[in-house]
């Protein structure tokens, strides 16, 4: 879609070349949903794209995924030998309402930053307890693990100008063992629910995330691998009938049901 309100775009090799931010600044990385329907509050894109970034980096420490990232980069990525949990990537990545043709666009931090329930680059950080470092306009930069960065259905903490610099998944996580759910009410429909559980190769360290079927990510951890009693105790404790999210893709209800249904089977599967 062509934005009729733009008068400005800039593409900088350098954030210190980005002056004077105004309300009307949009931050442009892979633009498929920028570009999707009309801006009419934006009248400058600032284009990442130049800032050479490199798309995955891996460390002793884990993987760090920048912000520009294509789906399609993160799709292909092999990961190391011991982490066992890189084939949930492409689980994620399979699962998005979207053509293969926009995961050569599409970009990790756009995903995570629109907020979406049924994001599932969120559904897939979140679950690997990555964590966001952002930086704000003229501030030092900050770190805010992905389920507390999304806060409700398309809202997060970012504050104006800041941007999503990069996302870092910890090579303890990516060790772990995964298991994951997703339904539709319709085959490629978006996610109503789509619900991760990792585990410790040693059977510990328990982790299920919530996603689609609440407003952001909800996770629950034990220290082991629970009782099908405690995990539904959890579920219920955690999210009464009121938490979930009810949209035209399914009823609070139902999304209770698939929910609780999903979990039990993750459970099953990491046991």
């Known amino acids: 879609m062509n934005l009729s309100t733009i008068v400005n775009v800039k593409r900088p090799t350098s954030l210190d070349e980005v002056q004077g931010w105004h309300d009307g600044c949009s931050w442009l990385a892979g633009g498929t949903w920028l570009f999707s329907e009309p801006q009419v509050a934006v009248d400058t894109l600032i284009d990442l794209d130049r800032l050479g970034w490199a798309p995955l980096t891996v460390t002793e420490a884990g993987l760090e995924i920048a912000a520009t990232c294509r789906v399609v980069e993160l799709h292909a990525f092999a990961g190391l030998a ?4 890189v084939p ?9 309402l979207m053509s293969f043709k926009i995961w050569n666009a599409a970009t990790i931090g756009g995903n995570v930053c629109m907020s979406l329930p049924a994001g599932a680059m969120i559904s897939l950080t979140a679950a ?27 809202a997060n903490v970012l504050q104006p100008g800041e941007l999503l610099r990069s996302i870092h998944l910890p090579a303890a996580a990516l060790t772990k063992r995964t298991a994951m ?8 429909g978006r996610s109503a629910a789509l619900i991760i559980g990792t585990v410790g190769q040693d059977g510990t360290d328990f982790l299920l ?11 629950l951890r034990f220290p082991a691998c629970p ?8 579920l219920d404790a955690r999210l009464p009938p009121d938490a979930y999210f009810a949209d035209v893709h399914g009823s609070a209800p139902y999304k209770r049901h698939v929910t609780q249904y999903l979990a039990e089977q993750i459970r099953t599967e990491l046991a």
Do not use: M, Y
């Open 82 to 85: 011991e982490w066992h949990a």
């Open 88 to 96: 949930l990537f492409r689980q994620c990545i399979d699962s998005f």
């Open 128 to 154: 690997l307890e990555g964590v966001c470092t952002l930086w704000p306009r003229g501030g030092v930069p900050r770190t805010v693990p992905v389920a507390e960065f999304v806060t409700g259905n398309h």
């Open 181 to 188: 759910r997703q339904v539709s009410l319709t085959k490629f």
């Open 209 to 219: 995330t919530v996603t689609a079927a609440t407003p952001k990510p909800v996770q």
């Open 227 to 234: 009782s099908a009693d405690a995990l539904r105790a959890a």
